[in-house]
C-alpha cells in the first residue's frame, strides 16, 4: 500500500493499487488489450505477454502489476514465465532488435567482424540499448541460416552473406 | 481428488523382496516411507504434489527400463520395486555430486548443521563435492530477502528442489515467490524482484521450513545455534485458537528459543505455521518483560519482595471483601493462559472470594457463542473438527476472515477449495476468501439477521429445507416460521446492500451443498444482537439438516488460544468447569465437597458489568489476570476514568500493559514458554503446553501465583504441577473426566470424554443434540446502537490483521511484524476518500462520539461504501478510543463491528 516500492536494486517502481497515482496514461493500451482477450486466465499468460510487450515495446512493472491485479494471475507467476522466456524483457527496448549470428558457421565467416562493425556503428554494448531508444543488440546462438552465413536479423528481416559494410549500410536504413 | 472414491482400498507392491500394502492412489515414496523403507528424496512433501524434481527417489520397477522417480509413481497391483540396486545408488551418488556442484558446501558455519538432507545423503552416499566443478552461485548480491528482518535467501545454497515455490502457490496460496530465469541462474525471487515486504507474501515462513538446505533460513536465528544443538520443545500455540502444535527449537546453553518449527503430519496444522506461530515469539526474550513483583506507593512502583507483594494483595482483598460483601471485588480471568490456572482463578474467585464475578475475554468476543449456541444447541462449541474442513462441499463464512485472524484454519478452508467446495462468503470487506468466493454477500454491517432470516424464508419456499430433521430434531418450529414472514428477499436485498439473487443464489448454495458448514466469528458476534444473530445462525443450521454430521456443522472459531478452555475451566459467572451450573444443587454439592467451602450465591457479572460497577464506585478491588481491558474493551477513555475508581488493583501481568499501570500491584507472571499445562482450541481439542526455556528474573508460573494469592486470602492452596491440577478439574467435571495429560502427551483430545477409553468427539450432535431437541427461535432484525446520521455518516468496523494479535504487546516486539505493520491505518472506500480529498497513504482524521485519531488511509475497494474499517493493534493510536460501549443484550459483548463515524482531512 506504499507509494513508492523499494525494490532491492534499484528496480523500477511498482504499482501499488489504487490511488497509487502514478500509472503512465498509457495503461489504456493495457486495457485495450485485456478487453480483448477477455475473460483472461491464466492460460492466456503467453499471448497476454506478447501483446503487452508489443504494445509497450517491453513489459513495464507497473502495467504487469495493474494486470495481475485485474486478471488474478499473480506477478509472480507472471515473472516466471518472463525470465524464462528470452522474448520477453521488463527494460525498455530499442525501437529495432539486431540480433547477431554467433554459430558455428557464421562464426567460421566472419560473425565476429560483422558484430564489430554493427556495434561500432550504432554506438551499443552486446544486450544494450542505445542512447537514442533506436536498436537493442543481441548475440543469437544461432538463427537457423546457416547457408547464409554470416547473418543479422533485425526484426523480423534476415540479412545474409554480410561484410562488416554491408552490415553499417543496412542499419543505417533503420530509424 | 477422484480417487478419493478408492479410498480404504490397498494394493500389494513388492519394495526389495518385502509385501508392502498401500493405499489406491498413493506414490511409491510414500508407501515405501510409510513402510519403513529408506528412498532418498529432497523436493518430497506429502503436502505438495510431487515434482520428481530432484531425482533422489530413483528406483527400478521390474519390467520397466532405466530408472523412475517414486515419488511421481502410483503404487499397483504387484509392483516389483528395487530402492538400492547398484544402479540406483550410483545414479543418486551421482546426482548429490551434481547438486554439491552447485551449493557452497559451508557446514562450519552453517545453521542447519544437523538438519540437513543435502548433508546427510551425501554422507550416505559418500559424495564427492570435488568432483565437478563448484559453480554455486555467489552468496551476498542483494535479492528479494535483503531487506526482510524475517528470513533470507542465499541462492548459493540454494538446490533449486522449488519446494518453497511449491508450497507458497500451493498450500499458502500467497503466490508470493516463483522461481526465475532459466538453466544454471535459475533461482528463488518475487514478481519482478520486488522485496519480500512489498510483495504478497504473508510471512508464514512456510519457504523456510520446507527448504532442505539453509538456502532459506530465519534470519534472526543466524548464528544462535545449529540444528544439531538445539532441543525441540513440543507445545501449542499461544495466538489465536486453532491450536498449531509447533517446536521450539530451544538453545539450552542460552536458554533462548532460537526458532520455530512444525512436523508435517501433526494435528491439526499438519506442520504449517502463520506468521505469528513462526516469528512472533520474540516477546519472550523481550527485555520489556516484568521480572519482579512491584507496589505502587505515593503514585510510583516500587520493587517488592513476592511475599510482601502476596501478604498485601491477600490484605486488601480479604478486608474488601469482608467490608463491602461479595459484589465488591472481581477477577478476571484470562483466556490466554493454561487451562489449569483458569480453573484455579475461578476457584480462587469462589472459595477465597466467596463470589462469583469471574469472567475473562469471552465476554470480550465469542460470549453470544456460547450463550446462543449453548441455548439452540446445548453446547457452545464449534461442532465439527479441524481435518473435517477439507472435505466440506460448501463453506458458508459470515463475518469471519479466517485466512488473517485463523490461518491454519484457512488454510483447510483452501485445501477444500482445491479439492472443488463451493464457498460463500457474507462480508462487509474483501477478503481473501471473499475474492475467491462463488458467491460474496457485502452486506452491510449489523444486517447479518435480515440476510439470514430473507435466507431462511427462501429455503422453505423453494422446499430445499430438511422437513424430517426439522420434524424430529427440533422444537418451536412454528413460531420461528411465523417470524419470518416479515423477511422478504426484497426487503433484505434493500436493507443488506446487496442484489436479491445472490441472497437466493447463497441460499440455495448452501442448502444444497452437501455437507455445507457454517463457520463464523466476530462478525457475527460483536454487536448489541450478537447472540440473536448466533441463535439465528443455529436455525439456519437446523433448517437444511446441516448439521451433526462429519464436515458438516457451525463453526465458532475461536479467537484466543484458550479462550475455549477459560469457559470450560468455569470462569464464568454462571458456570464452574464443563458447564455445570453454579445454581444447581447437586453440582454446588460435588464443588463444596471438593473444596471444602461453601459455594457463594451472588449472580455475579461479566467483565462489562464489572466495569459498570467500577464506574458507579460499587467495585472496590479487581484482580486482571493477563488481560488489558483499557486497550481490549470498547470506549477506553470511560473504561480508564472507571477502572481508576477502583481502591484495589491486582495486575498479574508479563508486560507493563495500560491496565497494570493502574494497578496497585504488580505480580510478574510467566508466559506460556515458560510453563506446563494445557490449552483447548477452537474444535474442543485439549492439548499439551510444555516449558522450553526458563522464566525471566523472579516470575513465576500462574498456577503457582493463584495458590499463593488464594493461600493469602486464607484459603490454603497448594499444587506440585499442573497435572495435579488439571486432574483434580476432571474428576470434577464429565466432559474432561476421560483426558490426562498421559493420553494427550501426542495427540490432543476433543470433549466430550467422559471416560479414560474414549476416544474423544471429534463433531458433535449426531443423532441427538447435547440438550435433547434442537431449539428454533424466532429472531427479529435489530439495528446497531449506532447508525449512520448527518453528523456522523459512515460505519466504523474494527478487527484484527494477520500479522498481529489483539493489543499486540507480545506481537509487535518482532521486528519482521513491526516492518511489515507499523502503524494503524483505516479502509476506505476511494469513492468516500475522492469526497474529501484524500488518496492513499494519506494521513486522515476518524471521529466518532467518542474520541479521534489520525491514522494513515488505505484508500481501495475493499470495504463498501460509506464504511470504514480499522484494526487495533496499535497502543500509540488506540482505536477503542473510537468504538460503541453498546452491548449484546445477553452477553454482554461490545459492539465493535458497527458504529456511526466520521472522516475528514486531518
Not at chain 1, 147 to 174: C, H, S, W
Not at chain 2, 468 to 474: I, M
Request: glycine residues 8%.
Amino acid at each position: 500500500m506504499t507509494e513508492v516500492s523499494k525494490g532491492h536494486a534499484g528496480e523500477p517502481h511498482v504499482h501499488r493499487g489504487e490511488g497509487c497515482g502514478c500509472l503512465a496514461a498509457d495503461l489504456a493500451k493495457a486495457e485495450e488489450i485485456l478487453a480483448e482477450l477477455s475473460p483472461v486466465d491464466s492460460g492466456d499468460l503467453i499471448p497476454l505477454l506478447q501483446r503487452l510487450q508489443d504494445a509497450y515495446g517491453y513489459l513495464p512493472a507497473d502495467v504487469l502489476a495493474e494486470v495481475s491485479e485485474r486478471t488474478g494471475i499473480p506477478l509472480s507467476r507472471m515473472y516466471g514465465v518472463i525470465t524464462f522466456y528470452t522474448q520477453f524483457s521488463t527494460t525498455p527496448r530499442g525501437r529495432h532488435t539486431i540480433r547477431c549470428c554467433t554459430g558455428t558457421a557464421c562464426h567460421v565467416r566472419g560473425a565476429k567482424d560483422v558484430a564489430e562493425a554493427l556495434l561500432h556503428e550504432v554506438d551499443v554494448e552486446v544486450g544494450g540499448t542505445t542512447a537514442d531508444g533506436r536498436f537493442t543488440f543481441e548475440n543469437v546462438a544461432c538463427l537457423g541460416t546457416c547457408f547464409l552465413a554470416p547473418v543479422v536479423m533485425v526484426d523480423d528481416e534476415y540479412f545474409g552473406q554480410l561484410t562488416p559494410a554491408k552490415a553499417r549500410a543496412i542499419v543505417k536504413n533503420y530509424s | 481428488m477422484k480417487e478419493n472414491t478408492e479410498k480404504g482400498n490397498t494394493v500389494l507392491v513388492n519394495i526389495d523382496g518385502r509385501e508392502v500394502a498401500a493405499t489406491v492412489g498413493s506414490s511409491l515414496l510414500d508407501a515405501a516411507l510409510a513402510a519403513g523403507i529408506h528412498i532418498p528424496h529432497i523436493c518430497h512433501d506429502p503436502r505438495l504434489t510431487p515434482t520428481g524434481a530432484c531425482r533422489l527417489c530413483l528406483v527400478e520397477i521390474e519390467g520397466e527400463r532405466g530408472f523412475q522417480t517414486s515419488c511421481t509413481r502410483t503404487v499397483a497391483q504387484g509392483m516389483k520395486v528395487r530402492t538400492q540396486t547398484e544402479g540406483v545408488r550410483a545414479s543418486r551418488k551421482n546426482t548429490l555430486e551434481l547438486l554439491l556442484s552447485e551449493h557452497c558446501v559451508d557446514c562450519l558455519t552453517c545453521d542447519k548443521d544437523g538438519d540437513c538432507l543435502l548433508q546427510d545423503y551425501s554422507y550416505e552416499y559418500q559424495a564427492d563435492k570435488a568432483r565437478f566443478p563448484n559453480v554455486a552461485p555467489a552468496a551476498g548480491e542483494p535479492n528479494y530477502t535483503t531487506e526482510s528482518f524475517a528470513l533470507e535467501y542465499d541462492p548459493s545454497k540454494c538446490v533449486r528442489c522449488q519446494k518453497c515455490v511449491r508450497y507458497c502457490q500451493e498450500v499458502q496460496m500467497a503466490e508470493a515467490i516463483t522461481m526465475a530465469n532459466r538453466g544454471g541462474s535459475i533461482e528463488v525471487s518475487t514478481g519482478i524482484g520486488i522485496s519480500l515486504n512489498e510483495s504478497s507474501c504473508e510471512l508464514c515462513g512456510g519457504c523456510v521450513n520446507v527448504c532442505p538446505t539453509s538456502a532459506l533460513y530465519d534470519k534472526q536465528a543466524k548464528g544462535l545455534g545449529r540444528s544439531k544443538d538445539l532441543k525441540k520443545v513440543r507445545t501449542t500455540c499461544t495466538y489465536c485458537g486453532v491450536g498449531c502444535q509447533m517446536d521450539f527449537n530451544v538453545n539450552p546453553k542460552t536458554n533462548r528459543i532460537v526458532r520455530v518449527t512444525s512436523e508435517v503430519g501433526c494435528i491439526p496444522n499438519n506442520g504449517s505455521l502463520c506468521v505469528k506461530g513462526k516469528y512472533a515469539f520474540d516477546f519472550v526474550h523481550s527485555p520489556e518483560r516484568l521480572t519482579t513483583p512491584l507496589i505502587k506507593e505515593n503514585g510510583e512502583f516500587r520493587e517488592a519482595t513476592w511475599d510482601e507483594a502476596l501478604a498485601l494483595v491477600g490484605k486488601r482483598m480479604t478486608e474488601i471483601r469482608d467490608q463491602h460483601g461479595p459484589d465488591a471485588i472481581a477477577f478476571l480471568s484470562s483466556s490466554r493462559c493454561t487451562n489449569e490456572e483458569n480453573y484455579l482463578m475461578q476457584k480462587l474467585a469462589r472459595t477465597a472470594g466467596r463470589t462469583n464475578n469471574i469472567d475473562q475475554c469471552a465476554t470480550t468476543c465469542h460470549g453470544p457463542s456460547v450463550a446462543g449456541l449453548g441455548e439452540s444447541l446445548g453446547s457452545g462449541a464449534m461442532t465439527n473438527a479441524i481435518v473435517e474442513i477439507e472435505d466440506v462441499q460448501t463453506l458458508f463464512l459470515i463475518g469471519a476472515n479466517p485466512t488473517e485472524a485463523h490461518p491454519i484454519v484457512g488454510l483447510a478452508m483452501k485445501k477444500a477449495l482445491r479439492k472443488g467446495a463451493k464457498l460463500v462468503v457474507c462480508d462487509p470487506r474483501d477478503t481473501w476468501m471473499a475474492k475467491r468466493a462463488d458467491i460474496h454477500i457485502k452486506h452491510k454491517p449489523g444486517t447479518d439477521n435480515m440476510l439470514i432470516n430473507a435466507m431462511m424464508g427462501y429455503i422453505i419456499e423453494k422446499n430445499l429445507h430438511d422437513p424430517k430433521f426439522v420434524e424430529e430434531r427440533c422444537e418451536n418450529y412454528p413460531a420461528f416460521l411465523e417470524n419470518l414472514k416479515g423477511y422478504t428477499i426484497e426487503k433484505a436485498a434493500e436493507e443488506c446492500g446487496v442484489p436479491a439473487h445472490l441472497i437466493r443464489e447463497a441460499a440455495e448454495m448452501y442448502a444444497k451443498g452437501t455437507p455445507s458448514s457454517i463457520f463464523y466469528t466476530l462478525g457475527i458476534t460483536e454487536h448489541s444482537c450478537g447472540t440473536n444473530n448466533v441463535r439465528n445462525l443455529a436455525n439456519l443450521a437446523m433448517l437444511t439438516g446441516q448439521i451433526g454430521k462429519r464436515s458438516s456443522g457451525i463453526n465458532p472459531l475461536r479467537g484466543q488460544n484458550n479462550v475455549q478452555g477459560a469457559c470450560d475451566m468455569g470462569a464464568m459467572h454462571m458456570a464452574l468447569s464443563g458447564y455445570q451450573k453454579v445454581t444447581d444443587p447437586a453440582v454446588r454439592a460435588k464443588f463444596e465437597a471438593a473444596w471444602g467451602v461453601t459455594l457463594p450465591t451472588n449472580v455475579g457479572g461479566r467483565v462489562t458489568d464489572f466495569m459498570e460497577h467500577a464506574g458507579e464506585g460499587k467495585l472496590k478491588a479487581f484482580y486482571c489476570f493477563g488481560e488489558d481491558p483499557i486497550r481490549s474493551e470498547p470506549n477506553s477513555t470511560k473504561l480508564a476514568e472507571d477502572m481508576a475508581k477502583i481502591d484495589f488493583l491486582v495486575s498479574q501481568e508479563i508486560f507493563m500493559t495500560e491496565t497494570a499501570k493502574l494497578a496497585d500491584v504488580i505480580l510478574p507472571a510467566t508466559c506460556f514458554a515458560e510453563k506446563d499445562g494445557t490449552f483447548a482450541n477452537t474444535e474442543r481439542r485439549i492439548q499439551r503446553v510444555r516449558k522450553a526455556v526458563d522464566a525471566p528474573g523472579q516470575a513465576r508460573p500462574d498456577w503457582q501465583i493463584i495458590s499463593q494469592v488464594a493461600t493469602a486470602m486464607g484459603y490454603p492452596m497448594s499444587y506440585n504441577d499442573p497435572g495435579e491440577i488439571y486432574d483434580e478439574m476432571a474428576a470434577l467435571s464429565p466432559n474432561f473426566a476421560g483426558i490426562n495429560y498421559e493420553r494427550i502427551d501426542k495427540v490432543g483430545i476433543q470433549w466430550p470424554c467422559p471416560t479414560k477409553e474414549h476416544p474423544g468427539t471429534p463433531f458433535l450432535h449426531a443423532g441427538r443434540f447435547t440438550r435433547g431437541l434442537g431449539l428454533f427461535q424466532a429472531i427479529p432484525h435489530t439495528p446497531p446502537v449506532e447508525v449512520p446520521d448527518a453528523e456522523y455518516p459512515m460505519i466504523l468496523s474494527t478487527g484484527r490483521t494477520l500479522f498481529n494479535y489483539n493489543i499486540a504487546n507480545m506481537t509487535r516486539k518482532t521486528a519482521a511484524i513491526e516492518h511489515k505493520q507499523p502503524e494503524n491505518f483505516v479502509e476506505v472506500h476511494r469513492d468516500d476518500a475522492a469526497a474529501i480529498g484524500i488518496k492513499n497513504g494519506d494521513m486522515v482524521k476518524v471521529e466518532t462520539r467518542r474520541g479521534s485519531l489520525v491514522v494513515k488511509a488505505h484508500v481501495a475497494r475493499k470495504v463498501r461504501p460509506g464504511m470504514i474499517w480499522m484494526a487495533f493493534h496499535h497502543e500509540e493510536s488506540n482505536t477503542n478510543l473510537l468504538t460503541n460501549d453498546a452491548f449484546d443484550t445477553t452477553t454482554r459483548t461490545g459492539e465493535y463491528k458497527a458504529c456511526s463515524a466520521r472522516i475528514s482531512k486531518p
